[in-house]
DNA sequence: GAAATAGTGTCTTTTAGACACTATGCA
DNA sequence: TGCATAGTGTCTAAAAGACACTATTTC
């Protein structure tokens, strides 16, 4: 018998299927403290949450009302997940092509009190000059940015505590293990900007002193020096600017770096 | 009004709901092409696959029938999809007790031709010798181990060429990138052994080389000598044996181990 | 002794780490 | 001139890379 008639025959509601399946997005920028002249940058991971509003669209009292979530929805049975969190960010926030990925999935029985809900949870790198615009839409009633430790602190709703303790530990080893930090970053960049990034998720002192990092940097086969080009921006003696290359990373536990 | 009203007032079948959740697992071993006595092993990446049956356990037949497949299956209500893949491989490949790790979710529409069924893979990393007592049950009509570049080669199931793809680059990267490569050795191993499983996916000569790597392994953290204690199962000559203890692991692009 | 695997000796080059010093330009 | 940031000079130690050499055992 041929694929086609097995098909016709294949009752897709026999077994027990899920109420729904969601994208949820752990938005990560990096504010600067202040911002004065002449200053290398002081910074600081956040994250983006919305506050769930009292009510939905239709005037009904909403689950998990007035607790702090991750950005996110239903996904429709005509897109994936990733396509989900996208439209869902860009409705959200306003946020269009962006670094995004898919880093968990959220399954645990009871997680939510709907029903049978799948998460699909991805992060996004966001420059904080990108969410300058972030408005509060739908079923959200305010969006905010919380430094990562306070937000634990906050009420937050169904397993988002789990799901964002995991983005977070994903994020400090990305910016570690590959070259993120490029999505923190305008184009051209002082090394000063690039050790203030890292510097939000390690305290290692080859990153953290600066004669070592400024010549670290240099030899860094991803980065590469624009010839001739300076800023003041973060010091009144001209520094040098670097940009991130297309050069493969390599971070093996077991050889060096080529 | 409470959560407790919101909730009864929520229609979970409100929305179109997907018409399945299930796990599939990408189950590697590294067999040995020969083994010789006083040998160094020589060593290949190996993917265990089933065949789907022609007919399913009421007679029908089956939906891509004959075509080979991750071993997987449907999530349940009250188990989470870890779970499910757990209790799947023991079922039908009788592993236990086996590193199992979640790399990936399939979801693109029309994947699977049964409906909206959303696939949550793992890969699991499976000494040779756990893999001797495997048998076809259920859906399976045989159970069998190709090595990776083969497997392109067959007539795979659903979408299961892509989670395959994904799979092995993922195994490749962990291999190199974490101590992974315990799980495909013995407990205490020799230089050669654990070189042998790394060249399965990587032909840096910093492993090639023989010399360079006795050298390496012994300034490994991650990585002690078992003093005195050797074997000659690789060589004529007595080897020292090792083994992986638990130092962390690091792997920044930006500094050095540690 | 030949063959095969497992190393070590030794030299060169590169990288890492420490810490003092110099460079630039604004107030 | 002082101050703050951005570097460089210089030394030492460790690691990486190359290649010849030695060590142990079986046949």
Redesign the pocket.
Known sequence: MSNEQALKQYDVKKYRTPDGYTSDIAVFTILSDKT?????PAMKLNLMLIKRSMTDSEGRTNIEAGKWALPGGFVGETETAFQSAQRELKEETGVDRIHLEHFGVYDKPGRDPRGWIISNAHYAIVPEHRLADRVAQDDASEVALFPVEEVFKLDLAFDHETIIRDAVAVIRKKLLETTAAKAFLPEEF????LQAVLLTVTDD??IA????F???I??LPFIEEIAGK?T?R???????LYRFNDAPVNSSIY????
């Open positions: 004065e002249a002449f200053k290398p002082t090394y000063s900007e002192t080859a002193l600066d004669a070592a400024a010549r670290k240099k030899t300076k003041t973060t010091s009144k003696k001209p520094t040098q050889y060096a770096k080529k």
